[in-house]
């Protein structure tokens, strides 16, 4: 039976393949080639352990603030799988999902792709039928092997490089950040804004003779109260308001983004005015997310120690609040300690969340983590996200915060959780 509807189409295509992951550009280079995808415009691609749905949302917001039409590719989604397609920044439905689906499907004529392959596939499909200024992609996992690999940038994003997904990228920021560097391309821009890259990364981009531009020395920003100041080599200095996204990693994903622009000036002029109106309107749910009310709650979905670091200077630094509370859910196959060692500063009481699938880990596995990690704080253990974030309302204070993080799957059953509370006729 021929799928019809997104839904089915989106069950068809996680059979497709028997391994969730399958690094490697085969499969997706040679169905690429029977679509002829290209796009005619330019593309960034961008990678990074974390940092990057940030830059990319950045750049998208420019780029339509100047007034180009852009076609925007993320993963994962938090809610509706049309999130990681949007063009001009506006979710492509689910009709023109299901036929993008439906032409990769003809083309690949039983060539085994994985979701993320098949999504990727569909992604530029529709956007090559658009006449688009410019393309941003977000890549899946590390950068070499990766789906969006196939598609040549013409100018590439690294924003940082930490341990993560050892399992497919090595277990060393050397080894993950030779990965990462895969997406630089001879001849064209690799803009890397990670302030410590491993060597590997700077030895990748001048074997290859890639254009490397490096935070600190070609381009960078500093923290002017409440302004910032974003600087490059060549003697450009401009000063501007903070980012509609919260936190201080977000000022070197900001500069990151100016920077893979300035280098496109030439096919993709941006006025600084414009960058002003982007940074003001971007937004990105889940990363450091603050929702109005009582107490206080916040999204953020820092799933490794390096984004839990980042979480925890934020919270530092957003203000007082009479204790903290988190609703912490993650995977079993990240590293749970080094992500609770980070923010057991922070945390006051722990409402541990068991995540569903088999990658999910149970609360009980989160409880002994903790332990391991040498955190003191009380910590209850709950069946669901849903349970963990109820009794962490009825736990705290009007004073208090609450925090939910460790995956995006734990910020989504949140955001649905929240979502359905809210009374009709205020979705």
């Not at 060597?199 to 935070?215: D, I, M, P, Q, T």
């Amino acid at each position: 039976m021929t799928p019809r509807s997104l839904d089915e189409w989106l069950r068809f295509v996680e059979r497709q393949h028997p391994q969730a992951i399958a690094l490697g550009l085969e499969r997706v280079s040679e169905v690429r080639a029977r679509l002829g995808l290209a796009f005619g415009c330019p593309l960034i691609t961008v990678t990074g352990t974390n940092g990057k749905g940030s830059t990319c949302a950045m750049l998208e917001a420019i780029l339509r603030a100047a007034g180009w039409r852009t076609g925007l590719y993320t993963s994962p989604h938090l809610l509706r799988y049309n999130e990681r397609v949007r063009i001009d920044g506006v979710e492509v439905d689910d009709r023109a999902l299901a036929e993008a689906f439906a032409a990769v499907e003809a083309a690949r004529a039983g060539i085994p792709l994985t979701y993320f392959e098949f999504g990727t596939l569909a992604a530029a499909w529709l956007f090559a039928r658009e006449r688009l200024d410019a393309v941003v992609l977000e890549v899946g996992l590390g950068g070499r092997l990766d789906a969006v690999n196939v598609f040549d940038p013409d100018c590439a994003v690294l924003t940082s490089v930490g341990i993560d997904h050892v399992e497919h990228l090595g277990a060393t920021r050397e080894e993950i950040g030779r990965e990462k560097a895969g997406i630089f391309r001879a001849g064209r821009p690799a803009v890397v804004s990670d302030p410590n890259p491993p060597k590997n990364v700077l030895e990748a981009a001048r074997a290859l003779g890639a254009r490397l531009l490096l935070l600190g020395r070609d381009f960078g920003y500093r923290e002017e109260g409440a302004q910032w100041l974003y600087w490059e080599a060549e003697g450009r200095r401009v000063t501007l308001a903070h980012p509609a996204l919260r936190g201080a990693a977000q000022l070197r994903n900001a500069a990151a983004a100016i920077a893979a622009l300035g280098t496109l000036r030439d096919r993709l002029p941006v006025e600084m005015g414009a960058v002003r109106r982007g940074l003001a309107a971007v937004s990105l749910p889940g990363r450091f997310q603050v929702l109005p009310g009582s107490p206080r709650l916040i999204l953020d979905v820092a799933h490794n120690p390096q984004a839990a670091e980042a979480l925890a200077e934020n919270l530092a630094a957003s203000g007082a609040a009479a204790g903290t509370l988190a609703v912490f859910g993650m995977l079993r196959d990240k590293d749970i300690r080094g992500v609770a060692r980070a923010l057991a500063p922070c945390i006051a009481r722990w409402h541990l969340a068991s995540l569903p699938g088999p990658r999910g880990a149970d609360a009980s596995r989160l409880a002994r983590a903790l332990a391991q990690a040498g955190v003191r704080a009380s910590a209850t253990e709950h069946a669901s996200v849903a349970a963990a974030l109820a009794a962490a309302r009825g736990d705290a204070g009007d004073d208090d915060r609450i925090v939910v993080f460790g995956s995006f799957l734990t910020v989504a059953a949140a955001m649905a959780e929240l979502r359905a509370a809210q009374p009709a006729g205020n979705g």
